[in-house]
């Protein structure tokens, strides 16, 4: 079987015709030669880069990824012969790219700081790698089989595998050795006797799903670090998640944490349209993060793309598809793979321009029609997969949205909650009274939390179903007495209510809210956040059994070291759990001591008579 065209490249570009009209990202060209729709294309004397959108009769519109301020008509198009592709292979990781995957530290070190137009820059760095055979001449191998490994990084293992469309008896592979991306390592022999020597590099069409064996159910989760949505809204390993907020409910420093902390094997991350000092600030910090589970640079395992919002705007649709690409490349070698994409709204804002500048038929807020399709087959290229090597991986995506006014109705927000499993909404109230991670609990939710709940179950406590649902049912119970306080005041209520709006205080302050620029609390280890949870859920059960047994509200917070439980979460590191515990059997030990004697024998009897 050979391999497809369009994998294989983006051929020689040749002119196919000349300009005839101009507008913004949008230009069209009659077309002299031979064409397709999504077909690579370079614009002009300065050869933009570009693709085919639409085709009518010999006039083919163009969607331009660069600044096409100077363009005449007139001025030749160059086609490729090829869709819009990415180079996948050693020299990915730790590197930054633009929304057409051009390294930008390459072009940085070329140009100076500003990027100019029509710039080429290589998508991977020209250097040999260390390339180790793990198959043999004379074996059959398939799409997916293993040909040998790159020692990419000291975090990541490149796995060097048959490319889709290979299939057949390995005729040589190259020994042990140090080979630039671009040699050829391996020979296949198809069934019909055709020859195909395979590279490490080799291209993808971004807009084309890489294909898998077989899709699998989500089940472990995704640990972010973050208890709150690692408890009440938790996040599946190759599941989805949109997290809309307002501006300045903290979005991107969320983002920031969970590409810092989370447990995938390789991140990337996608600035899409984000402010530039924003994104100024990833590239200067992520390079000198350490991953806290090697001691080594972030970085070794990190893929970033920046393309801000003074970048042209349609390259911002086309950065969305080159992370996930990229993203797909490394699930196929068997890795979990998280992609943040910051944000989703300025990709759909990229959609509409473009719609406008066609002069589409608008529908919802000026959004084209094929909005929502578009958000779908996004989010439908996450997911946990059995490859075609036969390993298991997954890429999750986290993808923010910034409706405008905070209103979560709006459509780009609306038809992504409809595509995604988890809802991490953001609040600006919170945000404002310094609550972070602003995540409303109320309208935030994850339909995971039933999938992951036995991996919970066996690694940290067999109880945390029950300990998660009893601290969602103090969140409820308190969130409706405070509209009755609003009414009456709280002194109003007995001290049995009362108890209910401090234990959810103290399960806010102390369990919800967590510092992200904190050493020990930017990070919880699941055994801390269990250990956390069960403190604030079992004071709460023995704080209501002692005031039900005639105790004062009073009495049963003069007994309780507040200022210390509250602290725990950035006083006690994630290795030293069991202050925690040993916190909790002392403040139960005070409180039970406050019960008078006859309560407490009585209470003995009738559990021993139940």
């Known amino acids: 079987m050979s391999q497809p065209a369009e994998l294989t490249g983006t051929g020689a570009a040749a002119r196919i015709g000349s300009l005839i009209w101009i507008s913004g990202p949008v230009v069209r060209a009659r077309i002299e030669g031979a064409a397709s729709v999504l077909e690579q294309v370079h614009v002009g004397e300065a050869r933009l880069a570009g693709e085919v959108i639409g085709l009518r009769h010999n006039i083919a519109t163009i969607q331009v990824y660069e600044d096409t301020n100077g363009l005449r008509p007139g001025e030749p198009l160059y086609g490729t012969g090829a869709p819009l592709s990415v180079l996948l292979g050693p020299g990915l990781l730790a590197n930054t790219y633009d929304g057409l995957q051009r390294s930008l530290t390459l072009l940085r070190d070329r140009q100076g700081i500003y990027l100019r137009r029509g710039s080429q820059a290589e998508a991977l760095p020209s250097r040999s790698w260390k390339f180790t055979p793990r198959a043999l001449a004379g074996e059959a191998v398939h799409p997916g089989t293993l040909l040998g490994i790159v020692p990419e990084t000291p975090l990541i293992e490149h796995r060097v595998l048959t490319p889709f469309g290979v299939e057949g008896k390995l005729i040589d592979i190259v020994p042990e050795g140090e080979y630039t991306p671009d040699h050829a390592i391996a020979t296949v022999e198809d069934a019909g006797g055709g020859r195909h020597p395979v590279a490490m590099a080799a291209r993808w069409p971004i807009r084309t799903a890489r294909p898998v064996r077989l899709r699998l159910d989500p089940s472990d989760p995704l640990i972010t670090g973050q208890r709150v949505l690692d408890t009440f809204a938790p996040l599946a390993k190759g599941g989805t998640a949109a997290m809309p907020g307002p501006f300045g409910a903290g979005k991107t420093i969320l983002q920031h944490a969970l590409a810092k902390w989370c447990d995938a094997d390789v991140i990337i991350y996608v600035g899409c349209g984000e402010r530039g000092n924003e994104m100024a600030e990833v590239l200067d910090e992520f390079p000198r993060l350490i991953d806290p589970s090697s001691g080594r640079p972030l970085m070794e395992r990190t893929v970033l793309i920046a393309n801000t919002s003074n970048m042209p705007v349609a390259a911002r649709e086309a950065s969305i ?249 950035e006083t006690a590191p994630n290795d030293q759990v069991d202050q925690i515990a040993q916190l909790l059997n002392n403040l139960k030990t005070s409180l039970n001591a406050l019960v008078p004697e006859e309560k407490l024998i009585r209470t003995d009897a009738q559990e021993r008579k139940i």
């Open 321 to 569: 598809y080159v992370a996930t690409t990229i993203a797909e490349y490394f699930r196929d070698q068997g890795y979990d793979v998280a992609l943040m994409a910051d944000s989703t709204s300025r990709w759909a804002e990229a959609l509409r321009e473009i719609a406008g500048r066609l002069e589409e038929m608008p529908a919802e807020e000026g959004f084209p029609a094929y909005l929502p399709s578009r958000i779908a087959a996004f989010y439908e290229r996450a997911g946990r997969v059995r490859t075609l090597g036969g390993t298991e991986g997954s890429v999750t995506i986290v993808g923010a949205i910034s409706p405008p006014g905070g209103d979560f109705t709006e459509p780009v927000t609306q038809h992504t909650q409809r595509y995604t499993r988890t809802f991490w909404a953001l609040d600006r109230s919170l945000a404002n009274a310094r609550h972070y991670p602003a995540i409303n609990l109320q309208t935030s939710y994850s339909l995971y939390a039933g999938a992951v709940a036995p991996w919970w179950a066996k690694e940290t406590a067999p109880d945390w179903q029950a300990l998660r649902d009893a601290a969602a049912q103090i969140l409820e119970q308190a969130s409706r007495l405070e509209q009755l306080v609003r009414l009456v005041g709280a002194q109003a209520l007995p001290d049995r209510q009362r108890w209910i709006l401090e234990a959810a205080r103290l399960l806010k302050e102390g369990f919800l809210q967590q510092n992200a620029l904190h050493p020990v609390d930017a990070y919880c280890v699941p055994a801390k956040q269990v250990a956390l949870l069960r403190l604030f859920v079992e004071l709460w059960q023995t704080g209501q059994q002692v005031i039900e047994s005639g105790v004062t509200l009073a009495r049963v917070l003069q007994s309780l070291d507040i200022r210390r439980m509250v602290q725990l979460r």
